[in-house]
């Protein structure tokens, strides 16, 4: 496998289709890639929150709780529809793209985005989902488990003994690290996992379960070019990380002049704090996550195909492998 010309190859997809850059964005803002949301409220009416400021002056804040209670309720509301609405959005972008990249690949389909869009909005999404819930469920269940086990020594302390407690701390700190150890490999385990069972479920059109399975083949039979693509992805996506960080402090730097530049003058202007966290607030969010995300877009797509190449070549060479098998199988 030639890792350095797939990592080419992706670089020029990358730059070269705008429609892969907008899929990448809509990605990324809904949560692609480990992103998250913020939600920020501010409510109130002049006889239930108010507040005395003089400048300088901590803002006096009274309030009857009970008279929020239905707006932070339907704030709950709002927020639950939120996350399920980008959920929904995040899986299907995140199959829609896998299916453009391995369409614009194989049959030469130029990719767009009401046609990303289209491969995603398909039930075999689904399967995305569920092999996260089929992984994720036990996965968690099991971590916390072993830190249970791994914190039991502290029980120790209990006794009211001082060398036992001693020793029990001792022992705890000893597994903690050891549980740390194995959260890490494995996560690093399955996060490669993923890359290959998340595409047979939706490039090749699988169920979640084989999915799983035909990908865990595929990475155990290709052990050592898997683990070159992965180490070169983790080098990639860290000095990523250190190239995001100046553009970071220049979007940090905009979005305190942007919004809160006008919200200290709006301040100053009326003494109203509401009014500049009126301002502020919503303008800062859109001005630091909306270049954020396009950034994170353009690394999601590169990333994507990376792996889209790595899963097509690894399995067509299963499939080749397997060829003179079931022919032989035949006679």
Same mark, same amino acid.
């Given at each position: 496998?030639?890792?350095?010309?797939?990592?080419?190859? #992706?670089?020029? %997809?990358?730059?070269?289709?705008?429609?892969?850059?907008?899929?990448?964005?809509l990605w990324a803002l809904v949560g692609g890639g480990g992103g998250g949301f913020g939600n920020f409220g501010n409510f109130g009416n002049g006889d239930n929150f108010r507040y005395e400021m003089g400048r300088g002056d901590f803002p006096d804040i009274r309030w009857q709780p009970e008279e929020f209670l239905p707006l932070l309720l339907l704030g709950g509301c709002l927020l639950l529809i939120l996350v399920v609405a980008a959920t929904l959005a995040r899986y299907v972008l995140q199959a829609g793209v896998y299916r453009t990249l391995d369409q614009m690949e194989g049959a030469g389909v130029a990719p767009g985005v009401r046609s990303g869009w289209r491969q995603g909005w398909h039930r075999r999404t689904w399967r995305l989902f569920l092999q996260d819930l089929i992984v994720g469920i036990p996965l968690v269940f099991g971590i916390l488990l072993l830190l249970a086990l791994?914190?039991?020594?502290?029980?120790?302390?209990? %006794?009211?003994? =001082?060398?036992?407690?001693?020793?029990?701390?001792?022992?705890?700190?000893?597994?903690?690290?050891?549980?740390? +150890?194995?959260?890490?490999?494995?996560?690093?385990?399955?996060?490669?996992?993923?890359?290959?069972?998340? /595409?047979?479920?939706? @490039?090749? =059109?699988?169920?979640?379960?084989?999915? @799983?399975?035909?990908?865990?083949?595929?990475?155990? =039979?290709?052990?050592? &070019?898997? $683990?070159?693509?992965?180490?070169?992805?983790?080098?990639?996506?860290?000095?990523?990380?250190?190239?995001? @960080?100046?553009?970071?402090?220049?979007?940090?730097?905009? %979005?305190?002049?942007?919004?809160?530049?006008?919200?200290?003058?709006?301040? !100053?202007? %009326?003494?109203?704090?509401? *009014? &500049? +966290?009126?301002? *502020?607030?919503p303008?800062?969010?859109v001005v630091l996550i909306l270049p954020l995300s396009f950034v994170n877009g353009l690394y999601l797509i590169f990333?994507?195909?990376?792996?889209?190449?790595?899963?097509?070549?690894?399995?067509? /060479? #299963? $499939?080749?492998? #397997?060829?003179?098998? !079931? !022919?032989? =199988? /035949?006679?």
């Open positions: 496998m030639d890792h350095i010309g797939i990592l080419k190859h #992706a670089f020029h %997809t990358t730059l070269r289709h705008r429609a892969l850059w907008i899929l990448g964005f791994a914190a039991s020594p502290l029980l120790l302390l209990t %006794t009211g003994n =001082d060398a036992a407690g001693v020793i029990g701390v001792v022992t705890a700190i000893g597994l903690f690290l050891g549980w740390l +150890l194995l959260v890490v490999i494995v996560s690093a385990l399955i996060s490669a996992l993923q890359q290959f069972w998340w /595409r047979a479920a939706v @490039i090749d =059109d699988v169920d979640a379960l084989t999915a @799983i399975g035909q990908g865990w083949r595929l990475v155990r =039979d290709n052990l050592s &070019a898997v $683990a070159i693509m992965w180490l070169l992805m983790l080098g990639i996506g860290l000095l990523f990380v250190i190239l995001l @960080i100046p553009v970071l402090l220049i979007v940090v730097m905009i %979005t305190a002049l942007v919004a809160g530049g006008p919200g200290y003058l709006i301040y !100053e202007a %009326t003494g109203s704090l509401a *009014g &500049a +966290l009126l301002w *502020g607030i303008v800062g969010l990333q994507s195909s990376v792996w889209n190449q790595v899963y097509t070549q690894l399995a067509a /060479r #299963a $499939a080749a492998l #397997a060829a003179p098998v !079931e !022919e032989d =199988d /035949r006679r």
